[in-house]
């Protein structure tokens, strides 16, 4: 893998992480709950999430990939075009307050741990992506296998430092999340990065 593409895989992952989801608003919503008590589990209880779903969405990936140029080809088109319909979901989404859930104002850190896992890395939706997403920044002709697992550490790092971030200021991220000029430039950046991808992995089958 060539430098500049391990750049836009980081690039692209500090982005996407950054987009408000199931995992980020529980994060908030137990921070803001449990306090300081709370960070280093939930930190722990993100990276490991994402570590599992994209370990499940490793499983025979690599293997697929390896095997054929026709399967390679087949897999980046699928994603390409997951990714710009989800890209268009994202531009057509309407400006709503975010909802975090609720948090218990009891709790041991081994159940904020348990609950906030759960809710990362059993996220059907989550595993999708990961299948859909990886394969545009792989390299045929190069080890595929070594080249999936640098991408996937390299988006579980990106995941474990945003979820640090926003749980050491769920305050202001929770204030944030609920303006509506916010939440229209999370939609339109998403959903811009999203369809850009999608794009850029239909082009590249072309060529």
Same mark, same amino acid.
């Given at each position: 893998?060539?430098?500049?593409?391990?750049?836009?895989?980081?690039?692209?992952?500090? +982005?996407?992480?950054? +987009?408000?989801?199931?995992?980020?608003?529980?994060?908030?919503?137990?921070?803001? $709950?449990?306090?300081?008590?709370?960070?280093?589990?939930?930190?722990?209880?993100? $990276?490991?999430?994402?570590?599992?779903?994209?370990?499940?969405?490793?499983?025979?990936?690599?293997?697929?990939?390896?095997?054929? #140029?026709?399967?390679?080809?087949?897999?980046?088109?699928?994603?390409?075009?997951?990714?710009?319909?989800?890209?268009?979901?994202? +531009?057509?989404?309407?400006?709503?307050?975010?909802?975090?859930?609720?948090?218990?104002?009891?709790?041991?850190?081994?159940?904020?741990?348990?609950?906030?896992?759960?809710?990362?890395?059993?996220?059907?939706?989550?595993?999708?992506?990961?299948?859909?997403?990886?394969?545009?920044?792989?390299?045929?002709?190069?080890?595929?296998?070594?080249? +999936?697992?640098?991408?996937?550490?390299?988006?579980?790092?990106?995941?474990?430092?945003? #979820?640090?971030?926003?749980?050491?200021?769920?305050?202001?991220?929770?204030?944030?999340?609920?303006?509506?000029?916010?939440?229209?430039?999370?939609?339109?950046?998403?959903?811009?990065?999203?369809?850009?991808?999608?794009?850029?992995?239909?082009? #590249?089958?072309?060529?």
């Amino acid at each position: 893998m060539s430098l500049e593409t391990w750049l836009a895989f980081l690039g692209a992952s500090t +982005l996407l992480v950054m +987009l408000p989801g199931p995992t980020i608003l529980t994060v908030i919503s137990y921070s803001i $709950t449990h306090g300081k008590r709370a960070r280093l589990p939930l930190v722990l209880a993100v $990276t490991l999430g994402d570590s599992t779903a994209l370990a499940l969405s490793l499983l025979g990936l690599g293997a697929l990939l390896s095997a054929s #140029a026709f399967w390679f080809t087949v897999v980046k088109t699928v994603g390409g075009l997951y990714l710009l319909y989800l890209g268009f979901k994202l +531009l057509r989404a309407g400006v709503a307050p975010a909802t975090l859930p609720q948090a218990d104002a009891a709790g041991s850190r081994w159940k904020l741990f348990a609950n906030t896992y759960l809710v990362t890395a059993l996220n059907p939706k989550g595993i999708i992506f990961f299948v859909a997403f990886l394969p545009q920044f792989i390299d045929p002709a190069g080890d595929v296998t070594r080249q +999936l697992w640098t991408l996937s550490a390299t988006f579980v790092a990106c995941a474990g430092i945003n #979820a640090t971030v926003y749980a050491l200021f769920a305050g202001s991220a929770r204030r944030l999340l609920a303006s509506p000029r916010a939440q229209r430039g999370f939609n339109l950046g998403g959903g811009a990065l999203l369809s850009a991808a999608g794009i850029w992995a239909l082009l #590249a089958r072309r060529a």
